[in-house]
């Protein structure tokens, strides 16, 4: 591909189209710089609503969107499919999939990925739910399973395929287990005479002492009691030591027989190679000064989940959260604008907007600044907000009228296997490289 | 699996879950039968709007719907996701990929595939498009196709990418032809401002001199003018010679350098292994009678595409269409409760309620029995079928929504990579096997 820049502008690439590129390119629209996003989809995923994809309440095709109709009317805006590899900063250029890429500044928004502590075995085995494709592995994978269930004779060959255990109870496990209750509670016996619902056991495991350890206690009380009385088994305090596809163990010996293990216990930054060590902080990311500079370099940012901003009033950083994102995405784009005009830049300051979890139809935990509420209306807010955060009217309006459908129905979603899910897939995780032949 | 019927009922096994199948066990609902239906895929295909999701304007998810939920409330339905090889008619049973099944009744409702006439080279190197998980290959080559167009340098280099060449000119290629010109003229500038619209060419060839040969002159005359207009090459009285994944050779020696080559110039039926050959017809169809019993076979039967009843008013048998499938199954459903209950059998009689095929935006054409017309009219009452015959309330309610804001837009869909397109990929058309481990 061309590697120079053929207009006089100065060349803002930036890598991922993540909640934090989106708004670091949108801040640069219509500014004398041209903008170059790189990602390896050609699509924006809309995180938080992941785990409906994965339990087939939504179409995969409605929580992401494409990048490049995103900007269809950005002129200053170009777009490539590319895995980038390696960052040079001294001669201002990446590797990519698609060649060498020079810049005059550069974003790294390349988000985070599951952290599985170095435990191959569990990486190998456990399921994890960070892009679209991982959801999609996941639907095949429990749906596979129901059927397996269905064709097993006795209980005790049933229990592996229909025991669930998910992993870390922050939002995604806490849905998840959330979404999974429902299942079975309204939609297994009516898709699976066969099977029973007591067959169907979800767990929740996480080492800390509360759910949504991240939200208040309030919060935390509320949504262990929203799942217990859904039926999921929530096991605190409990760290897992081992899985092997089979069983997995917790520290004290507990055992469960489980093939659906599901881990959303950690997320690690994605950097790239060439990055100093030195400045890598805890949890892979990558540490800036307090306008998202990677520190040492003067024309580099890192936004969102693989940034570490550690200054005096933010010691170990952010949280890794969508909002933080945002708000540093389009800080950064101010900054290189200033810049680039000779403008001073303005300090990064996040402003907590608060949390939401939902749990499950009509019950949700809010902590909106000092206001706590839980339950009902706090399920309304959830889905408002999420709503309105979806790229694209057409996916708002679908997934509203999917949302409507599966409240009244008690039965909504597709729960169709398009692939079957095999576990040696090269395409696990299929990544577009595109290529000459 | 048991395979054994613990009920007092006999049991009708349904093998595919299409038009066909779908009808028949329809028409066993509330009847002192016990049903089994076996599929490879766990949901049904509405297989007029595959088209839409080759080109992303439609999500798989919205044509496609659960078996099992579909069938949620009929009580004598059983449902396994299983692929069906062979039947023993002397033993009354079938062999498949969870075991031999026995039945007291047999249907075989496993429709149609695509005939490449045993040319290997275009077999490996054309796109299908029968099923979802072909739609979806088919899509993320498209897509991946104009990646790496934006790639190359000269246009040279990036015709191949862009020329899509359609080999056959029936309802599927047409709708093809007609939403890749519309792709060109509405959106690939907007999505892809590095390309050309001039660069990006759309062939329709069929060795015929008309297009929708199996419709009216009128039809066919219209059809061929939409095409034309919106400028897509028509190639009529054109014959592929071979296909070798670069060019296409037609007889005569024209060639066009495509890497897009989607073949729907004929099907063939997807028959069972054990059935006698001497009642194998022209395009791989079962000999049946008049009630769509398989000759010789007094408990079997079969219905749809993968059938050929013939008889002296239809000595070439019925034409491959959703309408056959699903009279056949209906009828061959309550023709065998006339056998269960002792009554006579009644002969089957196909109502042709004619035929409508859609070009594009505002174009149709339409023959509904001696009544043909085309354009805006005929486009209305197109949607308006393909709505209504959808399965579901939500699915009917998305692609509603879906084909307004395409409408409005002109610029519908959402084109997602969301798998890597890779030829030799193993799970090209995935098929879920359910297995001991």
Known sequence: METTN?????????????????????????EPVDVLMLDKHNYHTFQPLLYQVATGSLEAGSIAFSLRKNFDN???????VAEVTKINPEKNSIDSSIGEIKYDYLVIAT?????????????????????????????????????????????????????????????TGVELAGA????????????????????????????????????????????KGFLTKMGVEVMLNAKVENYDGEVITFEGGKTIRSKNVIWSAGVMGN???????????????????SICRVEGISN?????????????????????????????????????????????????????????????????VADLGKVKFQGFF????????????????RNKAIVFVSWVGNYLTYNGGSRLIIRKFVKDDPLHEAELVTHED
Chains 1, 2 share one sequence.
């Not at 067959?199 to 991240?214: I, N, Q, S, T």
């Not at 706090?378 to 889905?383: D, P, R, S």
């Open 111 to 171: 988000g985070s990925t599951t952290n599985f502590f170095d435990n191959e075995s569990i990486e190998y085995h456990a399921m994890p739910m960070k892009s679209v494709p991982e959801a999609l592995n996941l639907r095949y994978m429990i749906l596979q399973h129901l059927e397996e269930a269905v064709l097993k004779n006795t209980p005790d060959e049933r229990e592996p395929y229909l025991s669930f255990v998910l992993v870390g109870a922050g939002p």
């Open 378 to 393: 706090a399920w309304v807010i959830w889905m408002f907000v999420h709503l309105i955060s979806l790229l694209g009217f």
């Open 300 to 364: 580099v940012f890192a936004i969102g989940d693989v940034a570490a901003m550690i200054t005096k009033d933010t010691p170990k950083g952010h949280p890794g959260v969508a909002q933080v994102a945002i708000q540093m995405g389009k800080a950064t784009g101010e900054n290189i604008l200033h810049i680039i005009k000779g403008e001073a830049t303005k300090p990064f300051k996040y402003f907590d907007k608060g949390s939401l979890a939902t749990i499950g139809r009509n019950k949700a």
């Open 74 to 80: 950005q002129k200053n805006f170009r777009f490539r």
């Open 271 to 289: 950097i790239l190679e060439g990055i100093d060590k030195d400045i890598i902080q805890r949890g892979n990311r990558i540490k800036t000064d």
């Open 6 to 30: 053929s207009s006089r502008f100065p060349l803002v690439v930036i890598v991922g189209g993540g909640f934090g590129g989106l708004e670091v390119a949108k801040a640069l629209a219509n």
């Open 180 to 223: 999974l209750a429902e299942l079975r509670n309204n939609i297994l016996c009516k898709d699976y005479p066969e099977l029973k619902k007591e067959e169907m056991k979800v767990y929740l495991a996480d080492f800390m002492p509360r759910v949504l350890g991240a939200m208040s206690e309030e919060a935390s009380a509320a949504a």
